[in-house]
């Protein structure tokens, strides 16, 4: 796993308000279909490729960004999309258990400073 490119906690910031912007084009355009795909997919990508895991942030690019345009160019999605999502399953499960990178004592830290963080604002 690469180097963090920033906190945890910024990077979900980030991509929480790129997700929000997302719902807003996508409610004034009124076009739900397919553009929920990529209001999903680009800021949990983001998000991935923030944290140093650029292998995941391509993969759900693949993932949501086929599924759109499969979806747009009226590609027979009903075999091709569930494969896809299977695909992205099996690899984030076989990466996450068998990823030979445990996570360090710092990012525990960072993550259990944010969970304070959270705990204490409620």
Known sequence: MAHPKMSIRRA???SSALFLIGLAIISLTNSW????????GIPLALRQFLLGRKYD????????C??????????????????LFI???????IKEFCDPYPTTEAEEEESLS????EDDED
């Open 114 to 117: 944010y969970e304070i963080e």
């Open 12 to 14: 979900k910031n980030l």
């Open 66 to 83: 086929g599924a759109f345009i499969v979806a747009t160019f009226d590609v027979s999605w009903q075999i091709l999309l569930p494969v």
């Open 87 to 93: 695909m992205g399953a099996v690899y984030i499960l």
């Open 33 to 40: 279909w397919p553009g929920i795909m990529l209001v999903i």
């Open 57 to 64: 942030a391509i993969l759900s690019l693949v993932i949501f």
